[in-house]
């Protein structure tokens, strides 16, 4: 349909139905969003989680957000991406941070030494809690190393896929997810490509039959 969003069954894969909306969180080990919540809550509402681009990390955040919530703390959340003139950190805090909020900071690794002191020092002033999702660790309890694995990746394509007819196979799966060095939203770019690749090459190849078919039967008559 013109204008609105396409059909999952078209390609699974396609920007839309992917990123941290629409990705499922995939507990592994027994980190669910609540079990996550309370370990966050006996460090003082203070954490990171740590990991790779295209790990999930912010995928992990839609999920903790509504077990936050049920515990009567607000949710305060900033994102930073390379984006050239963005406007500093501070400017981005709430002026009036509630005390017991937890502010959580989508990408913490992008911010300068003096933008990370002063979110710091907000939440201290304020008494609210901290959480990050960062590349690389900083100076806060780690609530979760996130780590993909391909047993991640195919449970991911399973939700996603669903009943969507896909060419793509779960040995497509594995390729990309290496090729992509692990990068979850890079593999999945190089499957909505192949998705797509195929899907032509079908479509090309049935166009073909349907003319030979069609020559044939009039050359008949």
Known sequence: ??????????????????????????????????????????????????GPHGAGKSTLLRALEPEVNKLGRPWVEIG??????????????????????????????????????????????????????????FNLPTLLQVVPNEATAMAVFEQIAGDADTPVTRGDVLHAFNASNRDMRQMFDKLYDLHEQRNRTEDVANKRHSYRVTNCEQAAI
């Open 1 to 50: 349909m013109a204008g609105g969003i396409p059909s999952r069954r078209s390609n699974p894969f396609a920007t839309c139905w992917l990123g941290p909306l629409g990705t499922p969180y995939i507990a592994a080990n027994g980190n669910t969003p609540a079990v996550l919540t309370s370990r966050l809550a006996t460090t003082g509402w203070r954490g990171q989680i740590v």
């Open 80 to 137: 930073f991406r390379q984006i050239a003139g963005r406007p500093p950190a501070w400017q981005l805090i709430p002026a009036s941070l509630d005390a017991g909020a937890l502010l959580v900071v989508d990408g913490y690794e992008q911010l300068t030494l003096l933008e990370r002191w002063v979110v710091q020092w907000r939440c201290w002033r304020a008494s609210a809690g901290l959480l990050i999702t960062t590349h690389r660790p």
